[in-house]
């Protein structure tokens, strides 16, 4: 096992500087954004991101940073396990939302198809920013 994490860190150390400071700045996008739509904002302020679709960046870094993260920890970067591991993560926090934030699990009720709209977004943003990283490495 330790082994693994040796590995692992080479393969990070060894990747060109572009790569770890876009890696670096997209999980500090990721965090920096729940933090505050979870601790600062307002339940109003919040709809208005979801609304006009600005949290399409932050699924966009996330799917750049589960892609990293993917690639590290794998020896394969192939672009199509890459995307399907952002895929199926994408979809467990689509899925995460639902059951522990009230307030898309009220959208989920009241508006399904913007709910509906909203999450297939969401999950085409998390691939973007995933392919983007794939063609990158």
Do not use: C
């Not at 990721?30 to 600005?54: K, P, Y």
């Not at 399409?56 to 396990?81: D, E």
């Not at 994408?90 to 709910?115: K, N, T």
């Amino acid at each position: 096992m330790e082994n693994f994490f040796i590995k692992s860190h080479n393969r990070f150390r060894d990747l060109p500087w572009d790569v770890k400071f876009l890696f670096v700045v997209s999980f500090f996008i990721a965090f920096a954004w729940i933090f505050t739509t979870r601790f600062v904002f307002t339940q109003n302020q919040n709809d208005w991101l979801s609304e006009f679709q600005i949290d399409k960046i932050v699924h966009f870094s996330g799917g750049i940073f589960i892609a990293g993260i993917f690639s590290i920890y794998s020896n394969k970067t192939q672009r199509r396990l890459l995307i399907f591991w952002t895929l199926a993560v994408g979809i467990l926090w689509e899925i995460w939302e639902i059951l522990f934030f009230p307030d898309q699990y009220i959208r989920y009720q009241v508006h399904f198809l913007l709910w509906l709209t909203d999450t297939l977004g969401d999950i085409a943003a998390d691939i973007l920013g995933a392919y983007f990283l794939a063609n990158i490495l």
